[in-house]
């Protein structure tokens, strides 16, 4: 791996007590999700090695309008969002971002901010080890004056303590993410991310836009069933890592606007009765046909719902950018 580093053994450690937690982990939540009903299993258990290679589609796909339009707005501000955080070239900035994934855009930001402060520290957060080395691999390759520490873990059950840092820290929570998270949950993380920073340091939040509905179930939908692909490599996940006998030949992707909710939601709905063993979590389960296995939520924000997610979680609006058709926001907030 090509990486300026402090902590190659954090990653090591990170990483074996991640694939000794995931197993618990995956047992806890089928445990949760699926012994009741609605049937649910939350999105963190999307990202294995293949989901996060079939997401990784998912983010080219012509219908998938969220990554390209984050993209194009980092490209247009990233020098302005840098500046935003600070003018002072002598103070150094760490950069924290939570759920990296493969950290494709991020090093749009890394690169301005390089050109703005005098030493960049990169501290990626990812529940997947192969998409974190696969983004340290290539923010080392990319920017390798920015120092790298990453760390394999779950945000959402384990907030990442940050060590006081003698300059500032840029929290970024990009690619829509806090989106698959229920309201109440979104601000959970977003308050123990503010829990974490001091005066003078910002969070940078990506949230996709309300807008039509067709527009918005076609980001979910695709013709070519990359993300039904997506959708149902949970199931064969159960099945790999805790040996259950889902038969995926009998599940079909479900992609549906909740507009009560403001959300798209993804199911996996059963073609016909039957039954799935899953014998590590020592759990016989029923589906009816019809019946479905809820798995991810993805909010869409207008700017009332985001100003008021921001104020409940102890933030302050500095600064939002925004793509021409105003579908998706980029917004810096400060410290209450």
């Known amino acids: 791996m090509n990486m300026n580093v402090t902590s190659d053994f954090q990653i090591f450690e990170e990483k074996s007590l991640a694939a000794l937690d995931a197993r618990e982990a995956l047992i806890d939540e089928v445990w949760r999700g699926l012994r009741k009903r609605p049937r649910s299993l939350r999105p963190w258990m999307f990202y294995d090695a293949e989901g996060s290679r ?3 589609c998912i983010t080219t796909l012509p219908e998938y309008y969220p990554t390209r339009t984050e993209r194009d707005i980092l490209a247009s501000y990233a020098q302005a969002i840098v500046t935003a955080t600070g003018s002072d070239y002598s103070r150094r900035l760490r950069l924290l971002e939570l759920g990296a994934g493969t950290a494709a855009k991020t ?3 890394l690169e301005a901010a390089t050109r703005l402060r005098s030493e960049v520290i990169y501290f990626p957060v990812d529940v997947s080890p192969d998409a974190l080395d696969e983004a340290c691999d290539s923010i080392g390759c990319l920017l390798p004056d920015v120092q790298l520490q990453p760390m394999v873990a779950n945000y959402v059950t384990h907030p990442p303590k940050l060590e006081r840092f003698n300059g500032n820290t840029l929290a970024t929570y990009i690619g829509s993410s806090i989106g698959n998270f229920s309201p109440e949950e979104a601000r959970a993380i977003l308050r123990n991310l503010r829990s974490g920073l001091r005066a003078g340091d910002a969070l940078l939040l990506g949230t996709d836009m309300v807008k039509d509905m067709a527009t918005l179930v076609r980001a979910y939908d695709d013709r070519d069933g990359v ?5 149902l490599n949970i199931l064969h996940r159960l099945n790999r890592e805790l040996g259950a006998n889902f038969d995926t030949g009998c599940f079909r992707h479900r992609a549906r606007w909740n507009r009560a909710e403001s959300r798209i939601e993804m199911h996996l709905e059963s073609t016909r009765d039957q039954c799935v063993d899953i014998p590590a979590a020592e759990l016989s389960i029923q589906f ?5 296995i809820h798995t991810e939520s993805s909010y869409k924000f207008t700017q009332k719902t985001l100003g008021a997610l921001l104020d409940d979680a102890g933030f302050t609006i500095k600064q939002t ?6 579908w998706y926001a980029l917004t810096l907030a400060g410290l209450q």
């Open 54 to 56: 079939l997401f990784e």
């Open 107 to 109: 090093g749009i930001l």
């Open 227 to 231: 993300t039904a692909a997506f959708n």
């Open 288 to 292: 009816a046909a019809s019946e479905t």
């Open 321 to 326: 950018w925004t793509d021409p058709r105003r």
